[in-house]
C-alpha cells in the first residue's frame, strides 16, 4: 500500500494565522483526501482532492477557510486559514488502497491555536 | 442519514482477557465495512475489509466479522500492545463514514 509523509506532526499557532499542511505520497494517486478529528470524535471529511480540479468540499467546510492544492498526483496541501481554538484538532490526508476500498492514512498533524 | 456508531467508548481489559468491540451501521448499499487501529499521535493503520454478511477476517489476535447491521472485532487474549483506538468506517457510494472509535487498553 502507499506511503504517505504529512507534515508537519504537530504545530501550536497565534489565532488569526495560517497553517499549512503538507502530504506527499510515495506513488501516483487520482484522489486525496483531507481528514479533521477533533479529540473523542470520529473522522471527518473536509475535502476530496482532485489532481487538475477544484477540490470538492464537505457541507459545514469552505475553500476560503480549508483551500487546498493539488500540484500533481503526488502531493497535496491543505491551509486552515485565519485560526480560531475551534480549529485545534488532528488533521489527516489520506489516499484509497490500490485493489481495496479502504484508505491508507498519513500520520496526522495535530494543530493547536491558542 | 448514514451513521456508524461503535461501543463500548473505552474497554479495559486484563492480558489474555478475550472481548469484542462492536460497530453498528445504518448505510444505504454498504461497498465495505473497515477496522483500523490509531495509536496515539499517529494516523489510523487499516486493519480488515468485509463486504459482504457473513465474511469473516483474521489478523493474529484479531478477527472481524459482518453481519447485515453490525460488525465485530473479536479479540482473543490480547496482550498490552493491543492497546489502541479500534475505528470502523462503513463505505456507501463514494462516502466512507467512521465510528468514533473504542479506546482499548491491556493491563499487564
Known amino acids: 500500500s502507499a506511503v504517505i509523509s504529512q507534515k508537519p506532526s504537530r504545530d501550536i499557532c497565534q489565532r488569526g494565522t495560517s497553517l499549512t499542511i503538507q502530504c506527499q505520497v510515495d506513488?501516483?494517486?487520482?484522489?486525496m483526501f483531507w481528514y479533521r478529528q477533533q479529540p473523542g470524535q470520529s473522522l471527518t471529511l473536509i475535502a476530496t482532492?482532485?489532481?487538475?480540479?477544484?477540490?470538492?468540499?464537505e457541507s459545514g467546510f469552505v475553500i476560503d477557510k480549508f483551500p487546498i492544492s493539488r500540484p500533481n498526483l503526488t502531493f497535496s496541501t491543505l491551509t486552515v486559514s485565519n485560526m480560531s481554538p475551534e480549529d485545534s484538532s488532528i488533521y489527516l490526508c489520506?489516499?484509497?488502497?490500490?485493489?481495496?476500498?479502504?484508505?491508507?492514512f498519513g500520520s496526522g498533524t495535530r494543530l493547536t491555536v491558542v | 442519514e448514514d451513521q456508524v456508531t461503535q461501543s463500548p467508548e473505552a474497554l479495559r481489559l486484563q492480558e489474555g482477557e478475550s472481548s469484542s468491540l462492536n460497530c453498528s451501521y445504518t448505510?444505504?448499499?454498504?461497498?465495505?465495512l473497515f477496522w483500523y487501529r490509531q495509536d496515539p499521535g499517529k494516523g489510523p493503520e487499516f486493519l480488515f475489509t468485509l463486504y459482504s454478511a457473513g465474511e469473516e477476517k483474521e489478523k493474529e489476535r484479531l478477527k472481524a466479522t459482518l453481519t447485515k447491521k453490525e460488525s465485530f472485532l473479536h479479540i482473543t487474549a490480547p496482550k498490552p500492545e493491543d492497546s489502541a483506538t479500534y475505528l470502523c468506517a462503513a463505505k456507501s457510494g463514494g462516502d466512507m463514514r467512521f465510528g468514533a472509535g473504542t479506546r482499548l487498553t491491556v493491563k499487564p
Open positions: 489520506s489516499v484509497q488502497q490500490t485493489g481495496d476500498y479502504g484508505y491508507t
Open positions: 448505510v444505504s448499499g454498504l461497498r465495505g
Open positions: 482532492a482532485n489532481q487538475g480540479s477544484e477540490a470538492t468540499y
Open positions: 506513488s501516483q494517486v487520482t484522489m
